[in-house]
């Protein structure tokens, strides 16, 4: 990631997620589980602004 984007360090960059727990079905039987949203980059703080950076997985070679 830093290479990709010439960055000096990570350390402004933060994980886009957002996670929700259910512990109910609609019959109210238990069932535990979580809904999450997760980004596929990372958001860089730029002052005010904010930039979001992509990350792309590399394609696995045969």
């Given at each position: 990631?830093?290479?990709?984007?010439?960055?000096?360090s990570v350390a402004p960059?933060?994980?886009?997620?957002?996670?929700?727990?259910?512990?109910?079905?609609?019959?109210?039987?238990?069932?535990?589980?979580?809904?999450?949203?997760?980004?596929?980059?990372?958001?860089?703080?730029?002052?005010?602004?904010?930039?979001?950076?992509?990350?792309?997985?590399?394609?696995?070679?045969?």
């Amino acid at each position: 990631m830093k290479q990709r984007h010439g960055l000096a360090s990570v350390a402004p960059l933060h994980a886009g997620v957002v996670a929700v727990g259910q512990r109910f079905r609609s019959d109210l039987g238990l069932f535990v589980h979580l809904h999450c949203l997760v980004t596929d980059g990372a958001l860089e703080e730029c002052g005010a602004d904010v930039r979001f950076l992509p990350w792309r997985r590399r394609r696995r070679s045969a």
